[in-house]
């Protein structure tokens, strides 16, 4: 900076500093920012590994009977355990609603819950409490299409015995 300095004017030599602290500040923030950045998203793996082992912990729990299902009143029975209550709280659903959530998680309406219809209902669940809300119209919908398939079977039969 010293020849700057001297052969065209001294300010310039203070723009020139200035110049690279400024640049050299915004490149440590660039390298910082990925550095944050990987790290939550690590984070997150984290999470989400931690959630999918504590689901199938929690659902062998409940599978009393060790068939790979679960039914209502094996939920039912373990309503009281803290692992299940933790669970609720962590998809910000109250206890009182177990019934509901069981017959969202039962996708295929056979009034029991496979490992597969447990961890992909409960993980859809996380988030935002509107999640539940996804859930239930998810739910309805296919209980239209079954009625909707069963209403038009009945009138492709009553066309066919028309013909």
Not at 10 to 20: D, E, Q
Not at 105 to 127: M, N, Q, Y
């Given at each position: ?8 004017s ?11 602290v ?17 790290a ?63 017959e ?60």
């Amino acid at each position: 900076a010293e020849p700057l300095m001297n052969s065209i004017s001294p300010w310039m030599g203070v723009v020139y500093c200035l110049y690279i602290v400024f640049t050299s500040l915004a490149l440590m923030n660039i390298v910082t920012g990925v550095f944050v950045e990987s790290a939550l998203q690590r984070g997150r793996e984290d999470k989400d590994t931690y959630m999918i082992n504590h689901l199938r912990d929690l659902f062998g729990a409940m599978d009393m009977n060790r068939n790979g299902t679960i039914s209502w009143s094996e939920l039912e029975d373990h309503l009281d355990d803290p692992k299940l209550i933790t669970f609720f709280k962590d998809v910000d659903i109250d206890i009182s609603e177990a019934r509901g959530l069981f017959e969202l998680l039962d996708r295929d309406g056979s009034g029991t819950i496979d490992a597969d219809e447990f961890l992909s209902g409960c993980l859809r669940l996380r988030g935002a409490a509107k999640a539940i809300d996804l859930q239930l119209v998810m739910c309805e919908l296919a209980e239209q299409r079954r009625s909707f398939q069963k209403l038009l079977s009945a009138l492709e039969d009553s066309a066919s015995d028309a013909e």
